[in-house]
C-alpha cells in the first residue's frame, strides 16, 4: 500500500513540476522565435535542410553559403535536433512555420528534462519519491558559465545550444537504459538505440554516455560479473556504432580538412 502511494505521490510530483516548467518557460514560444544566439545559425541550417529536401538534394550534406565563406555544414556535423524539426514541419504539412516549429521544439526539449531526470532514475533502479526528487532538483541545476544543463545554456537570453538541449534527454535515457542492460542484459537493442542517437543529436554527450557505460561495466558491482558487463556493453555499443557510423564516417574521412578547435 505505501509503494503505490509512494508512485502515485511521486507521478504528481513530477506533474507539478512539469506543469511549473510549462508556465515558466512559455515566453520562449514568443521570444525566443529568433534570438541573438546560436539559435541563429541553427535556424539558417534548418532552412537549408528544409530546401535541400524540396529540391531532391542531400538534407545531410548540403551547402550552407552563410557559414564562413561556404561549407557543407550538416556533413559532418550532428544532424538530428535539425532533422526532428524538418521532419515535424513537413509532417504538418508545412502548415506551421518552420520558425514556430523550431521554437515549439526547443520549448518542449527544455520542459520535459524533468521527465527524463524522473525516468532515468527509476531505470537505475532508485525509488519512486527519489526519482520524484531529482525531478524537482533538475529545473535548478546551474553551471557557471560552462554550457552545461542549466536553462542559460538553451533560453533565448542564453546561448541557444539546440542539439543540446534535445541530446541532454537522450543522454540521461541512454544512461538509464544502458545501467538496466549491463546489470541485467534486458533493453540492450533500445540502449544502444538511445545511446546512438545521442550521438547523433551531440557528439560530445555520445562520448560521455559511451564513458559512462564503460565505467558501469568496469566498475565492482557484487550483482553482476565483470566480464558479463563487459559483453553486455560491448552489444550497445555495437548497436550504437551502427546507428551513428553514417555521421561518424563523414567526420573520419574529412578530418584532414576540418577546423580541429
Known amino acids: 500500500m505505501n509503494a503505490a502511494r509512494d508512485r502515485q505521490l511521486a507521478l504528481l510530483l513530477l506533474t507539478i513540476v512539469l506543469v511549473g516548467n510549462a508556465v515558466a518557460l512559455s515566453a520562449e514560444l514568443s521570444?525566443?522565435?529568433?534570438?541573438?544566439?546560436d539559435n541563429i545559425s541553427h535556424l539558417a541550417l534548418l532552412k537549408g535542410m528544409v530546401h535541400a529536401v524540396e529540391t531532391g538534394q542531400n538534407p545531410l550534406d548540403f551547402w550552407s553559403p552563410e557559414a564562413s565563406f561556404g561549407s557543407?555544414?550538416?556533413?559532418?556535423y550532428q544532424p538530428l535536433?535539425?532533422?526532428?524539426?524538418?521532419l515535424v514541419y513537413f509532417a504538418l504539412g508545412k502548415t506551421v512555420s518552420l520558425v514556430t516549429v523550431f521554437a515549439w521544439v526547443r520549448y518542449l526539449?527544455?520542459?520535459?528534462?524533468?521527465a527524463g531526470f524522473f525516468a532515468a532514475a527509476r531505470l537505475l533502479e532508485l525509488s519512486p519519491l527519489t526519482a520524484a526528487a531529482s525531478a524537482l532538483l533538475a529545473p535548478l541545476l546551474s553551471t557557471a558559465n560552462m554550457y552545461g544543463l542549466d536553462d542559460s545554456s538553451y533560453v533565448a537570453t542564453g546561448r541557444g545550444l539546440f542539439p543540446q538541449s534535445l541530446a541532454a534527454v537522450l543522454l540521461i535515457l541512454a544512461i538509464g537504459y544502458g545501467f538496466r542492460a549491463v546489470r541485467t542484459g534486458r533493453s540492450w537493442?533500445?540502449?544502444g538505440l538511445l545511446l546512438g542517437l545521442t550521438a547523433v543529436c551531440h557528439f560530445i554527450y555520445g562520448w560521455m554516455g559511451a564513458v559512462?557505460?564503460?565505467?558501469?561495466?568496469?566498475?565492482?558491482?557484487?550483482?553482476?560479473?565483470?566480464?558479463?558487463?563487459?559483453?553486455r556493453t560491448i552489444c550497445v555499443g555495437l548497436v550504437a556504432l551502427v546507428l551513428s557510423a553514417f555521421q561518424l564516417l563523414p567526420v573520419l574521412i574529412d578530418s584532414p580538412i576540418l577546423n580541429h578547435s
Open 31 to 37: 521570444i525566443g522565435r529568433m534570438t541573438g544566439n
Open 72 to 76: 557543407p555544414v550538416m556533413r559532418t
Open 81 to 86: 535536433a535539425h532533422v526532428l524539426v524538418t
Open 109 to 114: 526539449s527544455l520542459v520535459l528534462l524533468p
Open 189 to 191: 537493442v533500445l540502449a
Open 212 to 231: 559512462t557505460l564503460c565505467l558501469l561495466a568496469l566498475l565492482p558491482d557484487a550483482a553482476t560479473a565483470r566480464w558479463l558487463r563487459i559483453r
